[in-house]
């Protein structure tokens, strides 16, 4: 599956939402969390984000940390709802992306 990484985290473009052909990019309260079980790989979000978040599972820089683990545990508590859109905005955040500094503007 892609991975929504760091770069996300206060920005939440949201041009990636648009791409998705299986709508399962979902949103939280910081960011937006790729489901691992839903995504088929198809790509097409990767290169629409402008601070350039999104990337392969196998190829998320560490120095990002391990958001892999990150999207996933997302997903703990509400599982595969098989579509982001009839969900709307969740207020919860991974505990990575929760733990994050906020930018300081
Ligand atoms: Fe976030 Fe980039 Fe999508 S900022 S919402 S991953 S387009
Ligand atoms: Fe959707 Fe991106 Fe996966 S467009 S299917 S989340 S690679």
Redo the contacts with the bound molecule.
């Keep these: 599956a892609y991975v929504?990484a760091q770069?996300?985290a206060d920005?939440?473009?949201?041009?990636?939402?648009d791409e998705c052909p299986v709508d399962c990019?979902y949103e939280g309260g910081r960011?937006?969390y790729i489901h691992p079980e839903e995504c088929v790989d198809c790509g097409a979000?990767e290169p629409?984000?402008?601070?350039e978040?999104?990337y392969f599972e196998d190829d998320v820089p560490a120095s990002l940390g391990d958001h892999r683990a990150s999207n996933a545990a997302f997903f703990a508590e509400i599982g595969s709802p098989g579509g982001a859109s009839a969900l709307g905005a969740l207020p919860h955040d991974s505990a990575l992306v929760a733990s994050l500094p906020l930018a300081v503007a």
């Design positions: 929504i770069p996300c920005v939440k473009d949201k041009s990636c939402i990019i960011a937006l979000c629409v984000c402008p601070v978040a999104i």
